[in-house]
Structures are given as C-alpha cells and as structure tokens.
C-alpha cells in the first residue's frame, strides 16, 4: 500500500443522499424511487502529521445509538475505507471529523443502508480525491449492496429501472469476491489496516445498467412506516428459489405497463393501482408482516379517492402509497403525532385521510405506526466541495 496521501490545506465536503423504495410493487430487484429523506455527512479534512491521524464520527437522527462511531465499524466509513484501500491508499494523514445527520430509518425498506453505501462511495472518493465518474460510483456500491434497485435510485435520483450486467470470465474475479473481504470485519480494538493487508481489486466497470423513467409531478408519495425493522436478509429469506411460470408472467406485465403509466397524462389510477399488484415477493413476506395483504386489497381507487396504488416499500414493512398530488406543497406543519419538516410535503387531504386510513387498519393489527408525505427525489446523490 502507498503511504497514504498528505493533504496542504482544510478541505471541507457535504454528501447528500436520498431514501428510496424498491421495487415499487412488480419490480422486484428492478425498480427504484428516490425519496425526500437524507442522510446528510459533512466532512472535514484539517491536514496533520500521520503520527495525529484519526477520524472522527458524529452522529444524529435515525440509527442514533445503534450505528458504531468508530471508522472501522462503521458501515459508511468501512465503504470508504474499501474505496480507497482498492486504489492503494488509506484514509488520509489528516484529522477528519464527519458529522453525520440520517433521516432514513433502518431495516424499514427505505434503502437506508444502499444510502450509507453510496455515501460512504462518495466519502472514498472524495478523501482520495479520486473523481470517480457516477458510473465507477454506482460499480463500487453494487460491490457492497449486491442488488442495484436502491443504490440505483439514491444515486442518480427519480425512478430508475436496473439490472446487473452478466460478467465476461476476467470481469469474474474481482467481482465475484465474498463482502467480507471487500468490507473486511476489522478487531474489537479497532484500527487501521495493516500496510500490506486488505487491498480488494477494483470492481468491474459497469456492473450495473440503468434507466430514469419519467415520473409525474402529480404523484405525492405516502410512506407508512411501522415501528419495527425487518432486515432485508431475513426478508430475502423468506423468498423461494423458483416461481410459477403464471407469476413470473403476472408480474412481468404489470412491470412493462406500471413504468410507463407513473408518467402518463392524466394519471389512470385503475391501471396503476393493478400495474402496482405483485405476486413474487409481497405474498411471501406476509409472515413478516402481519396485515400486510389486508391492507394492500383494501386500499384502492375507489374506496379512497386520490389513491393512485399501494405497495410494500422495498423488503419492508414499510407500506408505500401513490397518492394524486396536486393539492399538497412542501413546508412545516404540525400532524397530531409529530412535527414534519425538511423536505417532507405538507400532506394534501386526500395524502391525510390515505395515510390515516393505512394506520387504522395497523391498528387493527396491534401495530404501531408513523406516516408521512414525502416528495420524490429527482436530484440523487450530491458531493459538494465548500
Ligand atoms: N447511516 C448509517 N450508518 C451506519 N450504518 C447504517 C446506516 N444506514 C444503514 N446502516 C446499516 O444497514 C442496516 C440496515 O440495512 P437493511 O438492508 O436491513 O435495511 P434497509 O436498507 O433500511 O432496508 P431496504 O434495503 O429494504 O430498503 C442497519 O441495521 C445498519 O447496520
Ligand atoms: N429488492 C430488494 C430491496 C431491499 O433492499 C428486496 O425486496 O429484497
């Protein structure tokens, strides 16, 4: 490994990172939506000699408490540290404090962890000085977050459509390497790597493909999040290895028609409320989540005007609504339960009685909840130097 790289002056940076939802119904592993929650890291870099070295974590907002403050732990600094471990270098001779701020939630199924990926990219990048491109971004997430619809939509924003590339047999190596030696598990006496150690092959280029599908501005967003996790693995788990050739069938059809109906003009709430309809993996998470198809059978068009469709929120539990928007706009306001702010939309009536109506039948489930009217994101994720 080089000595790491010395730096003359402060240098000062902010990541910004959006939410997303997978799937978005039929999409399994396919579709995106970026989402107006962030996960915020203002980074500083003050120059030092190596024998002062350190970096310093700060953090606030969702995850509080649970996510490790030390550099080695730590999901978005061990990312980084993987990024510039590949291009033989080390976290920088320098005192670097990053103070991180998370709206996301964890284990909700609003790709919080794809968000602390991609910023933990955009951190390597930025102490290495690096200037990776979005797509050499995207390559070295999807080697931590092995399936692209999240990473996708919180890097480049909107409503993205991807795959993964199938790999030619030299391209095979480096990606098919195991995650722990990409992001290794450092020891309980957390320090740096050994020089020497821990130097991962660069990823592949162009792991994944994408598309940006058009998205109406009239479409707010309702996500009702439960108040308990649901890790994505045990989620995956409860998945089986093959499906009915009627299933497959059932979802590739609505997947063709949804893309194009969230852009349509005016919006056709029957199409979408069906195009939104699953069969390959919200069925098979419903011992996860208690209530779960009651909830998406019940909720329609007709019985709840201004409802476009309804969907489990990536691998859950949280419910994602589709919701005609034209009467919201964003601001601060105050709900019975909690103060919304930041980005959130000022929830339009019909957003209010949709998101109450989803938490009444939780209820009925003796499960507790919060909603909240969010917009999408279109901007993805952003590196300013300050
Ligand atoms: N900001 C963060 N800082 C550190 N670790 C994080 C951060 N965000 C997420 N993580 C890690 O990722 C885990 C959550 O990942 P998981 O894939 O289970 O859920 P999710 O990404 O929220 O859901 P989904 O992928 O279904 O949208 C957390 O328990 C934590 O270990
Ligand atoms: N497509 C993934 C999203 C979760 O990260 C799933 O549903 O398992």
């Not at 978005?76 to 291009?87: K, N, Q």
């Not at 930025?126 to 399936?147: C, I, N, P, Q």
Request: charge should be negative; charged fraction near 20%.
């Amino acid at each position: 490994m080089s000595a790491p790289q010395t730096t003359s002056a402060e240098r000062k940076w902010v990541i910004r990172v959006p939410a997303s939802s997978a799937n978005i119904g039929p999409g399994f592993d396919v579709l995106g939506l970026a989402l107006s929650r962030h996960l915020v890291l203002n980074v500083t870099q003050t120059p030092c000699s190596a024998a002062d070295s350190k970096v310093v974590l700060s953090y606030s907002g969702e995850g509080a408490g649970e996510a490790p403050l030390d550099p080695y732990k730590n999901l978005i600094t061990r990312v980084a540290l993987y990024v510039l471990l590949s291009h033989q270098l080390s976290f920088p001779s320098a005192v670097v404090t990053v103070d991180i701020t998370n709206q996301v939630p964890f284990g909700r199924g609003l790709g919080s962890s794809a968000s602390a990926v991609v910023a933990g990219v955009l951190l390597g990048d930025a102490l290495g000085d690096l200037k990776l491109t979005e797509d050499r971004v995207k390559d070295y997430a999807l080697m931590v977050e092995r399936h692209p619809d999240n990473v996708t939509a919180a890097l480049v924003g909107g409503f993205t459509g991807s795959f993964l590339r199938i790999l030619d047999p030299s391209e095979l190596s480096p990606s098919s390497i195991p995650l722990a030696e990409v992001l290794p598990a450092y020891p309980a006496n957390a320090g740096p790597p050994l020089p020497g150690q821990e130097k991962p092959p660069q990823p592949p280029t162009n792991v994944g493909r994408h598309v940006k599908y058009g998205f109406s501005k009239d479409i707010g967003v309702v996500v009702v999040v439960p108040k308990f996790e649901v890790a994505t693995s045990k989620a995956r788990g409860a998945l089986p290895e093959a499906y009915p050739r009627a299933d497959v069938v059932f979802n590739l059809q609505r997947l063709a028609v949804l893309t194009a109906s969230l852009s349509a003009s005016p919006l056709d709430p029957n199409v979408i409320w069906e195009a939104m309809r699953d069969k390959v993996h919200q069925p098979q998470r419903e011992g996860l989540i208690p209530g779960l198809s009651k909830i998406l059978n019940t909720m329609t068009p007709t019985t709840h005007p201004g409802l476009l469709g309804i969907c489990l929120s990536g691998a859950g539990p949280t419910i994602l609504a589709l919701v005609s928007n034209e009467s919201s706009s964003t601001g601060t306001i105050t709900t019975d339960d909690s103060e919304i702010t930041l980005g959130e939309a000022k929830p339009s009536a019909q957003m209010s009685s949709i998101g109450e109506a989803i938490k009444e039948l939780w209820k009925e489930e003796g499960i507790e909840v919060e909603w909240l009217a969010l917009q999408v994101d279109f901007d993805g994720a952003t590196l300013q130097e300050l």
